[in-house]
């Protein structure tokens, strides 16, 4: 494997894992929001429902 093969591979890796710390940043900062608002109890109402 030759080293533009390699680059090739690696930008091709790097794309998936942006795309994953971007969502769980997002996330996150979501959950933290909704913390300090009244509306936490249904988001753990609602997250132990998909947990059953």
Known sequence: MDWT???NLI?????PVVEILVLAVGIYYA?????RTR???VVVGFLVLLAL
């Open 5 to 7: 093969q390699e680059l």
């Open 11 to 15: 930008g091709r890796l790097w794309r």
């Open 31 to 35: 959950f933290t929001f909704l913390q």
């Open 39 to 41: 509306g936490w109890p």
